[in-house]
């Protein structure tokens, strides 16, 4: 259902906003102006009941990343093969953030900063999944990035979903009921070895000349003082169940800086109002103002580079044979292996996931709606028999 207000009508509305955008984004801005209008093709419809023969044309998405507007049925699936390789454990969410003093070295150095931010929080959870103070396992880990504040600010940071059990050297499954700590490990000591890794690799990459620096030595000043400051790594408790788990995946895998819904107006100057969330006052609703191009502005920050993954998978769940794997850790337990993948036709996600049938003709209300042709970019068009 379409909202009254969008990203996609700012942009139809706001005069010359690529002059306002950094360049690497126009493509994708562009692409979000164009989300579900004709200028993208169309399915053409028509419906089969002999009364009505009603003709309906749906517009294609842009299918683009970073588009509100997009993406609800892949996020779906993608969530429907994360419920195939879920653990007989408990799971825990841990999030690895970066201070503000490395905001504008990380906008800089993009693709390079935010692998090393991955790579950092998954060493980080690694080192202490393999100690055997801790656990002396492999565990399972999934790593999102977001890049967003609740009012747009810019805000690196990487949510952690980690398996409280995993694999012993011995390939033996280490149930989470030894795990000790409520947030798994201990936050302030992740905390130190975490800044610790993340400087040190920083500085490795100034001295190998890869990352765009304006001021070396300021910026190993900076390094150095960061040392003294806590970076701030958020351990919750943990999952209930599965359930909560999926439930999770689902709200942050696939989110975007800000959803339509959440623009409440944009006035005839083009000013831009949005809800967001206050959490110096508990998490409490709010409403922010911004003029237009401000809001582009923020929300070009958060377009991440092409090509660019931004989720990933480390340990027990490395993509490499993370089937096989995940199949002989349920065999050993003597655990019912989750059933193999189904392919389900999209109308009837569509109908489990809002309750209506999208074949069902508005018209009429009787007859279904049976595809006629397609037309993409209203370049090539291709007829059904």
């Given amino acids: 259902m ?3 207000f969008s990203i996609q009508k700012l942009l139809k509305w ?38 009505c023969k009603n003709q309906q044309m749906q517009y294609h998405s ?13 996020k779906e699936d993608w969530i429907e093969a994360r419920m195939r390789e879920l653990l007989p454990c408990k799971y825990y969410h841990i999030v690895f953030t970066v201070p503000h003093e490395l905001n504008s ?12 931010l991955f790579e950092t929080s998954a060493y980080t959870l690694k080192r202490f999944s393999a100690d055997q103070k801790y656990m002396g396992a492999e565990t399972g880990i999934i790593s999102i990035l977001h890049t967003w504040g609740q009012q747009l600010s810019y805000h690196p940071h990487v949510h952690c979903i980690v398996t409280g059990g995993g694999l012993n050297p011995q390939s033996k499954w280490i149930e989470g009921k030894k795990v000790k700590y409520r947030a798994l490990y201990p936050v302030q000591a992740m905390q130190q ?25 300021a910026c190993i ?31 942050y895998t696939h989110k975007v800086a800000i959803t339509n819904h959440r623009i409440k107006n944009i006035d005839d100057d083009n000013r831009v109002t949005f809800e967001y969330k206050n959490y110096n006052k508990g998490g409490q609703k709010a409403m922010m103002t911004l003029d237009g191009y401000e809001f ?18 480390y340990g027990i769940y490395k993509n490499y044979k993370r089937t096989t794997r995940i199949n002989d850790i349920l065999s050993t337990l003597k655990l019912p292996l989750h059933p193999p993948k189904v392919d389900t036709p999209w109308y009837i ?37």
């Fill in 105 to 116: 070295l990380f906008m800089g150095n993009q693709k390079k900063l935010y692998s090393l």
């Fill in 2 to 4: 379409e909202t009254a």
């Fill in 62 to 74: 842009c299918r683009n990343r970073h588009c509100p507007s997009c993406g609800a049925l892949r």
């Fill in 193 to 217: 070895v975490y800044r610790a890794r993340m400087i040190e690799q920083l500085k490795v990459y100034i001295r190998t000349n890869k990352l765009k620096l304006t001021d070396t030595d």
């Fill in 296 to 313: 582009i502005r923020r929300f070009t920050q958060h377009i991440l580079p092409k090509g660019f993954c931004k989720i990933r998978s």
């Fill in 221 to 251: 000043s900076m390094l150095n003082k960061l040392y003294s400051k806590d970076w701030i790594v958020y351990a919750k408790q943990p999952f209930g169940g599965p359930e909560q788990v999926i439930e999770y995946l689902g709200r």
């Fill in 349 to 385: 996600k569509f109908a489990s996931r809002y309750g209506k049938d999208p074949l069902q003709c508005p018209c009429c209300k009787q007859g279904r709606l049976e595809l006629v042709s397609i037309t993409y970019k209203q370049k090539h068009i291709i007829k059904r028999e």
């Fill in 14 to 51: 706001l005069p010359n906003w690529h002059e306002h955008a950094p360049k690497p984004t126009h493509h994708v801005l562009h692409q979000l102006t164009e989300c579900r209008t004709q200028a993208l093709g169309y399915h053409l419809y028509t419906c089969n009941a002999e009364s």
